[in-house]
C-alpha cells in the first residue's frame, strides 16, 4: 500500500511537471521587433571583419563613414557629409557630421575615424587590406579629418562603406592586454549605429533595441527590436517561417523555393548579386594556353541548365567578370551561347577535332552549385571528347591550389566573390598579374599586360567617366581572352513575412539586412 | 579502498590524455588545410594570414607546438581558439553547461522509461510491452540520429506545435542571472519560474532525440538481464516464499539485473556527448556539441582537442562514478 502510495504520487508529479512544460509554452510576438534566423554565426561583432556573418550585426551596431547605394551604385555621405579628394589623388579629406553619439553616449569625431584606422591598421586583419596605401591620418578639427595615401587608389572611396566606426574611449576603456578590445567586442558593441546589442547568447540569439538617441530620421522605420536566432538548419527556418515564429529565413534551401512561391503568406526575396559562378581555365595548362579552346569549352556550357538546375531559374547569365550590379557593367556586351556544334568546330580549329585530352576539374562538393554545373560539364565537354577528371575540394584546400602554378586543377568550379564594390579593383584583384601567386583569385593564372595598364590607370583616377570607360576596355580584352567561363550571377533569396518591408539588396553589403530602411507592415 | 581504487583510474587519465593530443595534433596537422587561413577567412591578402599564422603560433615546427600544448595543459591552458582568439578553456566552461543539461536531461529520460521498459518487456514476454521494446530498439538503432532530430523537429513543432524548434529559451524570455550555465539549475536558484518552464520545454524535445537510441540499447540489455536473473534459483525460492510478484521484481530481481544497464550507462554518457553534435546542431542548443561543429568548420583546432579531451575526462570519469556505484548496488563488488 505505501509502496503504491508512493508510486501514485510519483505519477502525478511527473504527470505536473510534463503538463506544466506543454502548457501555454507561448512565445512572446511584438508587432515591432523583427525576428531573423540565419545560420552563419558571427563569432565576433568587432567590425574589423567584414565578412557577411559580421557585418549582419555590425551594420545595426555600427555606422561608416560613407555609406554604398544599391540604386546609384555610388558611395553616399553618411557619417561624412561630403568628402573632396585632391587633384593628384593622394589627398582625402572627410568633413564629419556633428551630433552623432556613440551607444555610450560619447560624441562621434574626428578622433574616433583616426583611432578607428589606427586599430584596423595595427590589427592587420580583415578590411586592413583597403588601408595598405594609408600613410597618414590627421585630425584638422573635432569634425575634420585627412588621409594622405601612398599613391592613388579609387577603390578607397568603396572601401569606406565597410569600414565602420568604434568609439575610442570604448576601446580604450575595455582593452585587455593590448588587444585594441577584440575581447569585448565578441559580445558587444562600440557603435553609433541605429541599433545597440542589448544581448548576446552565444550560438543562440543576439538581441539589438533601437537607440534612441540615433543621429538619423528613422522614416517609416518602425522596428523596436532586432532578434538574430542562429538556426543552423535552412528546414529548421523554414519551418519556423511558417508557424510565424521568425520574420525572416536568410538561409532558404533551393529546393523550398517554388513552396515559398505558392505560400500566399510568405514572400521570396530575390536578387543577383555580385558574386559569378565561372570556370577559371589554368591558362598555364596545356591545351588551355590556346584561346580557341578556352572558347570552345566556354561555347559547350550550357548556362540556362544551370541557371535552371543549379539556381531553380532564379539569377541570370553572367556578361563576363563583371556583375550586373557594378558600375561599369555593360549590358550591351553580348552572352556567350551555348552551342555544341559551334564548340565542335572551334576545337577542330585549335587541334583538337575529337578532342582528346583530359581535364582535372577542381570544385567545393559542399555546395550545390558547383555540383551541378560539375554533372553538366562532365556531360557536354565529354560530347567534345574532354574527359572530365573531377576532384573534390573544401575552399582551403583550393586557394592553395590556385596559389601554386604547379598545382594539378586544369579548372576550377569557383566564384567571383568581389571583395569590392568597384569595379576596377574587382578586375584588378582576379585578373591583374600582380595578384597571380599572391591572391588566390587568379585562379587562371592569366596576366595581359594591356589590361594591367588599363586597370592601373582606373584605379589611379578618381574621375568616374574615366574609370568606366577604362574598366569597359579592360573587360573587352579579358572577355575576348577568355581566362574563364563566367557562367551566372548566383541568386541571393530569402524568404519572409509578407509585412516585411523595405528589403532591398545592396552589394556593398552583401547577404545583411538594412534593418534601418526597413519596416513591418501589420505584423500581428 | 575505493578513494584508491579512484585514484588508479584518474592517474591512468593522464596517459589517455597524453595519447589522445599525441594523436589529434598527428591528425590536425597531416591534414591537407591551413588553420591561419581558416581563420583569417577568405579574400585575406597572404600578409594577413602570415600575420594570423605568426599571432596564433602557427609558425612553429609541429614537435615545439606539441610539447608547449602538453606544457601548458599541464598548467590547465588548453590554449587559444583560432576562430575566437578567446582560451579554450574559457570557451569549454561557456557552452559545457548547456551540455551537460542536455546530457542529464537525456539520461534521465533514458534510464525512466528504458529500465522499466525493459522489466515489462522480460516479465510479459510476447504482450504490448515487449513489443514496445522491439519498436524502440530497432528505432533507436536503426535510425541516423540527425534525420530523428529533424523529423521530431518538424513532428511535435511544425505539425504539433507543442515544443518549441529549438534554442534553450523563447525569444521573449531572458536568461536567469548566471550561476551555473545550467538555466533549469539558475533559474531554480534565482526562482524564475516561468523561465524554468520555458527552459524545459525547450529542453524536452532534443533530450528526446538524444535518448532515443540509448532507450533502445537500455531497455533491451535491461530485459536480456531481467530474464537471467528471474531464472535464478533465488528467484524460485523467493516466489515460493509467498512474495508479491512486485516484491519478487522489485527487491530480489531488479537490483541484480541492474548491473549491465548501470555498466552501460556510463559509456552512454560518453555516446550521448559524443551525439550530441549533431543533435545541438539540429536544436541550435548552444552546447559542446555546437562549439565542436563550428571549430571543425572552421578547422579551429584548439578547440576541436579541447573538446576532445574533455569528452574523454567525461567518458573516464562517468566510468568511474559507474564502478563506484557498483559498490552500493552490488555489496559483493569490494575494491
Known sequence: MHSKCKTSWLIVALTSLILTVFAGAALGRSATTLVVAQAEYAFTFDPIFNWADVNRISRLAFDPLLQYDAETKAVIPWVAKKWEISEDGLTYTFWLEEGITFHDGTDLTASDVKYTIERIVALAEGVSRFLENVTNVEIVDQYTIVLTLAAPDSALLEAFPGLYIVSEDGVKANETDGDWAQAYLQDHDLGSGPYEVNLHEAEQRTVLNRYGSYWRDWGKNNIEQVVWLWIAESATQRLMLERGEIDIAMQVSPADLPDFEADPDIVVHSFSTPIILMTSFRTIHEPLTNVLVRKALAMAIDYDYVLEVAYLGYGQQARGPLPSTAAGYDPSMPLVAFDLDAAKELLANAGYPDGGFTLKVSYESGQEDKVRTLEMLEQNWGALGVAVEPMAQDWMAQAEMQLDPNSEPDVYINYIWPASTNAAYLLYEFYSSDVKGVYDNNSSYWSNSDVDQLLYAAVATSDLATIGNLVRQAQALIVDAAPAAWIAERPYNLAASPYVKGYVYNPGHQETLDVFHMWLDGKP | ?335
Request: charged content about 15%; proline content about 6%.
Open chain 2, 1 to 335: 579502498m575505493i578513494l584508491k581504487y579512484a585514484a588508479r583510474r584518474l592517474l591512468f587519465l593522464i596517459f589517455v590524455v597524453i595519447g589522445i593530443t599525441a594523436l589529434l595534433f598527428l591528425i590536425t596537422n597531416l591534414l591537407p588545410a591551413d588553420p591561419a587561413r581558416a581563420a583569417a577567412g577568405p579574400g585575406a591578402s597572404p600578409q594577413q594570414v602570415e600575420n594570423l599564422r605568426h599571432k596564433l603560433g602557427l609558425d612553429q615546427p609541429l614537435y615545439i607546438r606539441y610539447f608547449r600544448y602538453l606544457g601548458n595543459l599541464l598548467q590547465g591552458d588548453l590554449g587559444i581558439s583560432t576562430r575566437t582568439r578567446k582560451p579554450v578553456s574559457d570557451e569549454l566552461r561557456k557552452y559545457l553547461p548547456a551540455s551537460l543539461e542536455l546530457m542529464i536531461a537525456a539520461m534521465l529520460i533514458n534510464l525512466l522509461i528504458a529500465v522499466p521498459l525493459g522489466v515489462l518487456s522480460a516479465t510479459r514476454p510476447g504482450r504490448l510491452a515487449d513489443s514496445v521494446s522491439r519498436l524502440f530498439a530497432a528505432m533507436g538503432m536503426g535510425m541516423p540520429l540527425f534525420w530523428v532530430a529533424l523529423l521530431a523537429q518538424f513532428a511535435f513543432y511544425g505539425k504539433l506545435g507543442i515544443l518549441p524548434a529549438g534554442g534553450r529559451l523563447s525569444i521573449s524570455v531572458m536568461p536567469p542571472p548566471y550561476v551555473t550555465g545550467s538555466y533549469i539549475v539558475d533559474a531554480v536558484i534565482g526562482g524564475q519560474w516561468l523561465v524554468l518552464k520555458d527552459a524545459l520545454s525547450h529542453l524536452l524535445l532534443p533530450a528526446m532525440v538524444m535518448a532515443l537510441p540509448e532507450v533502445a540499447v537500455t531497455s533491451r540489455l535491461t530485459r536480456s538481464s531481467m530474464l537471467e536473473v528471474l531464472g535464478q534459483d533465488y528467484i524460485r525460492t523467493a516466489r515460493s516464499k509467498g512474495l508479491s510478484e512486485r516484491s519478487v521484481i522489485g527487491k530480489h530481481a531488479l537490483r541484480n539485473a541492474l548491473i549491465a544497464p548501470l555498466t552501460m550507462a556510463g559509456m552512454q554518457m560518453g555516446w550521448i556527448l559524443g551525439n550530441s553534435l549533431l543533435v545541438e546542431s539540429v536544436f541550435t542548443w548552444g552546447g559542446l556539441g555546437f562549439l565542436a561543429y563550428q571549430a571543425i568548420y572552421k578547422l579551429d583546432f584548439p578547440v576541436i582537442m579541447g573538446v576532445a579531451l574533455l569528452m574523454c575526462g567525461v567518458f573516464v570519469i562517468c566510468n568511474l562514478l559507474i564502478d563506484i556505484l557498483y559498490a552500493y548496488v552490488d555489496p559483493r563488488i569490494q575494491y
